[in-house]
């Protein structure tokens, strides 16, 4: 007699069915991922250094161009509408150093795995993929939370910074920054996918941030077409929000405007650095290029 055999059960996808096992998975990442930053103490330094490096190149050469007098300060104000020139150049370039830092941590996270091999031993488990670049970044946004903090302490005690305005809505601001910013690094993480390396993409983009979005001056002084690509840069409301809030003591009316950009960029980013991940997943799949280096 025929023994009629019951199909096997379809095992249930990690990716699409359990949550749960989405979080234990970017937990893992995630732990491995704070781990590892803490076995380094030199890149604990980094965020002590860098914090005074960067910006003291601009001050420096703000301090020169102004004279000895300080003349030059009066077009400064007149242009801007802020006294503190010191603040102003701060503000934008940790903006600058942030976007610059996530690229290269969680835009380049999938090429780390490639470079300690473990990359394609990670996709072939039924882990929902994504969870890799969320568990990376939350690690990562701890460490520039620290970032912001020390850097907040040492531009009021080296650079004589005084921060005012209402701390809620700077940190608001911050919180609107967030989501563009990460999803640019999941953009970016994602063409590694395919590309195997992003350098080239991270010049350019931090790049085109440092000329268009006037971390170190007004965009206003920009020619027009230079203006109207800052328009569609969202770091450039970043800046001037973080600005308003932070040194021109504006309210939330004042930078609603920036708020409501922000939010907009921040969906927009989130959405095209999933979208690309899934595209660049199932690219690389068809043609066989995961485990290639």
């Given at each position: ?78 242009a801007t509408g802020i006294q503190d020139y010191i603040g102003y ?205």
């Amino acid at each position: 007699m025929a023994v009629q055999l019951e199909p096997y059960a379809p095992v249930p996808s990690l990716a699409r069915d359990d949550f749960p096992a989405k979080l234990r998975a970017q937990w893992a990442v995630f732990t491995r991922a704070w781990t590892i930053f803490r076995r380094y103490p030199t890149w604990v330094a980094a965020v002590l250094i860098w914090p005074v490096i960067f910006p003291a190149v601009y001050i420096l050469g703000a301090r020169a161009l102004a004279g000895p007098d300080g003349r030059g300060l009066a077009a400064f104000v007149q242009a801007t509408g802020i006294q503190d020139y010191i603040g102003y150049i701060v503000v934008g370039t940790t903006v600058w150093m942030w976007q610059n830092i996530v690229l290269w941590e969680v835009g380049t996270s999938l090429r780390e795995e490639q470079l300690r091999g473990t990359l394609e031993s990670n996709w072939l488990t039924p882990t929902w993929r994504f969870s890799f670049l969320l568990g990376s970044s939350a690690s990562q946004l701890i460490e520039m939370i620290l970032f912001l903090g020390i850097s907040y302490i040492e531009f009021s005690l080296l650079f004589g910074v005084q921060f005012q305005g209402n701390p809620l809505l700077a940190l608001l601001v911050i919180l609107l920054c967030i989501p563009s910013i990460y999803g640019m690094g999941f953009t970016f993480a994602s063409l590694v996918i395919t590309a195997k390396e992003a350098s080239a993409f991270v010049f350019l983009v931090r790049g085109v941030v440092m000329i268009f979005c006037g971390i170190t001056f007004p965009v206003l002084l920009l020619p027009e077409w230079m203006q109207l690509v800052a328009g569609w840069l969202p770091q450039t409301y970043m800046i001037e929000a973080m600005r308003m809030v932070t040194l021109g003591g504006a309210d939330l009316r004042a930078v609603a405007p920036d708020l409501a950009a922000l939010a907009g960029f921040g969906v927009f980013w989130l959405a095209v650095g999933f979208l690309v991940f899934g595209w660049m997943d199932r690219r690389a799949r068809q043609a066989g290029t995961i485990g290639q280096y």
